[in-house]
């Protein structure tokens, strides 16, 4: 039996990430499967959940790190029975947050690869939709937590462009990443796009088994 796609919705936060990953998984129907990150309802995850929510629970920029990481770990196994059972495995968030909000704090030594390490081994998605958005309503209206404020969202922005212009390797890239620019697009518009994007890389790789890793 074919394995199923795993498939991640990338961006800042306030880009439509959450919004579109729920209509992508509903319109695959019962054989696809929403995971997000962090998943806050596993003991790591609770963790993260503190860190971010209340600004008293402080960890080194390190150990927060290295938790984000964890807590993919934490549910990487599960991912990947789901996909040889062949289910699509649809992601909000994953290794590209991790490095990219890392790497956004120019805290000494964690630089990119720094960030990438304790990722590699993972599952790589077969398909990343990044979707950016320069509507300038969206840089005001952010919600409480760490991390959701412009000024850093604006140093996450140059990580991500970091990450896919020289971490990531060229050949991958152009095969697995595509760039979704949703400026001006109703949620409808954008959910056509994403699913028209995810159908035809189903098609086109319906028999690709072999898993790509990190
Ligand atoms: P969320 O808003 O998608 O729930 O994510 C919570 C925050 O965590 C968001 O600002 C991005 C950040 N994040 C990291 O810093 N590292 C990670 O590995 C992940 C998955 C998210
Ligand atoms: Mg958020």
Redesign the pocket.
């Known amino acids: 039996m074919a394995r199923g796609k795993l498939i991640l919705i990338e961006g800042l936060?306030r880009t439509g990430?959450?919004t579109q990953t729920e209509k992508l998984v509903k319109s695959l129907g019962d054989n696809a499967l929403l995971v997000?990150?962090?998943e806050?309802s596993t003991q790591i995850g609770g963790l993260?959940d503190q860190y971010?929510t209340n600004p008293e629970f402080l960890l080194p920029d390190q150990a927060?790190?290295l938790l984000?990481?964890a807590?993919?770990w934490e549910i990487a196994e599960s991912m990947k029975r789901s996909l040889l059972k062949g289910q699509h495995v649809v992601m909000?968030?994953?290794?590209y947050?991790?490095?990219?909000?890392?790497a956004a704090k120019d805290t000494k030594g964690m630089d990119l690869n720094w960030c990438l390490q304790p990722d590699k081994g993972l599952l790589k998605p077969d398909l990343t939709l990044f979707l950016t958005n320069s509507d300038s309503e969206l840089r005001q209206g952010f919600?409480e937590?760490?991390?959701?404020c412009t000024d850093f969202q604006d140093k996450?922005r140059g990580q991500f462009a970091a990450i896919f212009d020289t971490l990531e390797d060229p050949d991958y890239k152009s095969k697995h990443i595509k760039f979704l620019d949703t400026t001006h697009k109703t949620i409808e518009e954008v959910h056509q796009l994403v699913r028209a994007v995810t159908s035809d890389y189903i098609q086109g790789h319906a028999d690709v088994n072999e898993f790509i890793y990190f």
Do not use: M, Q
């Open positions: 936060d990430k959450s997000k990150f962090p806050r993260i971010l927060i790190h984000f990481s807590n993919r909000d968030r994953y290794v947050s991790g490095v990219a909000y890392s919600g937590e760490r991390y959701e996450v």
